[in-house]
């Protein structure tokens, strides 16, 4: 996943997560009490401005938000 360091960056960033040992295999949605409906918007804004993609409201869904891994591979698909 080309992505994952710097979408981990940007959830540490964009969360303020500080140093919070993140992976591919760590889950987000529903186990991050810093990831609510605000933080999902404000880190898709963030990842529009980081990659210069856009999102469409008819793509976020929450398997995309499940783990690091997945969210980094959401991006990744945006990117191809």
């Known amino acids: 996943m080309p992505q994952l360091s710097q979408v ?28 609510d409906s605000m933080a999902v918007a404000n880190l898709i804004l963030a990842l529009e401005q980081s990659y210069g993609f856009e999102v469409r ?6 398997r995309h938000f ?11 698909s945006k990117l191809a």
Do not use: N
């Open 8 to 35: 981990i960056r940007i959830l540490r960033t964009t969360l303020g997560l500080g140093q919070m040992p993140l992976e591919a295999s760590t889950p987000l949605l529903g186990s991050l009490p810093e990831l």
């Open 57 to 62: 409201d008819d793509e976020i869904s929450a």
């Open 66 to 76: 499940a783990t690091v891994g997945s969210l980094a591979a959401f991006v990744d």
